[in-house]
């Protein structure tokens, strides 16, 4: 089984700052991956990056970096330089890699980001 | 070119009503998903196919039916609409079933249901 945490119902940061989302994760899969995604007011889910289990380095895709603590389970997602565009819903998600059955992406409850000037 | 599209966008009608959503992907993805997205914008899997084959059957009410006449197509079918089948409904596609695959989503189905 897979659980997503994310304790930050909502969050503002100023425009130009940097903003740290949290998200703690578990499950019984030795491998996993894990994904962030950005969910505008318009309605679509964008798919922002993602960070293997196995990976040593941390990700980074542009302003977007994660902070992956594997032995807290935590995944932290890092946005640079705030912009007004990345106001949105923020989701964490995981699934389990070689699990020899069908691997669900499970999904947090999401945090509200609010980029204001 | 739009990777996942579904259609229709929004989706009104009536309790006992038969209904359709259709999805397609040209990213050449072996996987494919229905998710549903609720009030309180909670993501929760309904049903995957890998190649054709229904690999995720979450508990869903059997008025719901997925079909999958080709790998690039994902339809989602449900019988006497409910109050409480309204939501938004993502379609959604993965390169692989396998989970350092991220899935790429439509742009969602809005359904309410009256």
């Known amino acids: 089984a897979q659980k997503i945490t994310q304790t930050q119902p909502g969050m503002f940061v100023q425009e130009k700052e940097a903003v740290t989302l949290d998200c703690t994760y578990d499950?019984?899969?030795?491998?996993?991956?894990l994904f962030w995604y950005k969910q505008p007011s318009s309605g679509e889910m964008i798919f922002l990056i993602y960070?293997?289990?196995?990976?040593?380095q941390n990700a980074t895709e542009g302003r977007y970096s994660l902070n992956f603590q594997k032995a807290r389970k935590s995944a932290n997602l890092v946005i640079s330089a705030s912009q007004l565009g990345d106001s949105a819903m923020y989701f964490c998600?995981?699934?389990?890699?070689?699990?020899?059955?069908?691997?669900?992406?499970?999904f947090g409850t999401g945090t509200r980001l609010q980029v204001t000037l | 070119d739009t990777a996942v599209s579904q259609t229709p966008k929004y989706l009104v009608t009536q309790m006992g009503n038969d209904k359709s959503i259709k999805c397609e992907q040209n990213?050449?993805?072996?996987?494919m998903y229905w998710y549903k997205q609720d009030s309180k914008k909670f993501l929760k899997i309904m049903f995957s196919?890998?190649?054709?084959?229904?690999?995720i059957n979450e508990t869903v009410p059997n008025r719901f039916s997925p079909k999958s006449p080709d790998k690039a197509h994902l339809n989602l079918h449900i019988n006497s609409l409910e109050l409480g089948d309204s939501a938004v409904y993502f379609c959604?596609?993965?390169?692989?079933?396998?989970?350092?695959?991220?899935?790429?989503f439509g742009n969602g189905t809005r359904l309410t249901v009256t």
């Open positions: 959604a596609s993965s390169r692989t079933r396998d989970g350092y695959s991220p899935l790429h």
């Open positions: 499950t019984s899969d030795p491998s996993y991956g």
């Open positions: 960070q293997g289990s196995y990976d040593q």
């Open positions: 998600a995981m699934r389990g890699i070689n699990t020899g059955t069908a691997s669900k992406l499970t």
């Open positions: 990213l050449g993805h072996d996987t």
């Open positions: 196919y890998n190649n054709k084959e229904l690999i």
